[in-house]
């Protein structure tokens, strides 16, 4: 699920949220981090009507560019697909529209989200899981995708993608694309996470994958990293 919108931190404010989750299913977030996020989704989600924007972009168009980027990782035709942190499911509608002829499985944080995914995309399964707590079996799917999902700045960005990209990686054969915000790109707002793109090439290098790809020219404020497994 993306995160370009309003402020986590301001969102904190909503007292009629409950903690939902758990510290230590998020390494790297502190507990104002952890309210921040799921605030900040609930408001997404009841306070715009566009799905793009129902889950923190600001445009379809710049979802659709980034999907594109993602999809080019490998061949989709008959691959086994998660997409982690899936949102509304917008991602099984693009692959969908381009006959891509995928196994689509999304996964989400948020029980209201998966609900609302599975109204627009009745023929797609979605479920309501946190893969570092309920991590799926080794080599499950082909591809995991993950795109928008580390885009809120918390304590420590990289321990949390560190914890996640593993879980992804463990549970695919293939590969695992995810994106970032480009940090040369100039972002002001201080509450988004952001890398520059060597740091990036070199931090997924540190994951174990046997080779990277780094995309850069698709969209200026992103980066696009391929994780390819031995």
Aim: aromatic share 12%.
């Amino acid at each position: 699920m993306a995160a370009m919108g309003k402020s986590t931190r301001s969102s904190t404010r909503n007292k009629h949220l409950r903690p939902y989750f758990h510290l230590k299913d998020f390494p790297g977030f502190s507990a104002r981090d952890l309210l921040g996020l799921e605030s900040y989704y609930h408001s997404q989600l009841e306070g715009h009507e566009a799905p793009e924007k129902r889950v923190g972009w600001n445009t379809a168009h710049s979802q659709r560019v980034r999907f594109e980027a993602l999809a080019s990782v490998g061949p989709m035709r008959g691959a086994r697909i998660l997409d982690i942190g899936c949102g509304l499911g917008s991602f099984w509608g693009y692959l969908r529209d381009k006959g891509a002829g995928v196994d689509y499985t999304g996964v989400d944080l948020f029980p209201n989200v998966i609900r609302e995914a599975r109204r627009l995309y009745p023929d797609a399964k979605f479920e309501a899981r946190r893969i570092l707590s309920r991590p799926y079996r080794a080599g499950s799917f082909d591809y995991c995708f993950l795109s928008g999902v580390f885009n809120v700045k918390v304590k420590d960005n990289w321990r949390y993608m560190r914890a996640v990209l593993a879980a992804a990686l463990k549970a695919s054969r293939k590969a695992v694309a995810f994106n970032v915000l480009n940090a040369e790109a100039g972002i002001q707002e201080k509450d988004r996470f952001a890398a520059r793109p060597k740091e990036l090439a070199a931090f997924g290098k540190s994951l174990g994958a046997s080779r990277v790809h780094l995309m850069d020219h698709y969209h200026y404020l992103d980066l696009t990293l391929f994780l390819y497994k031995p």
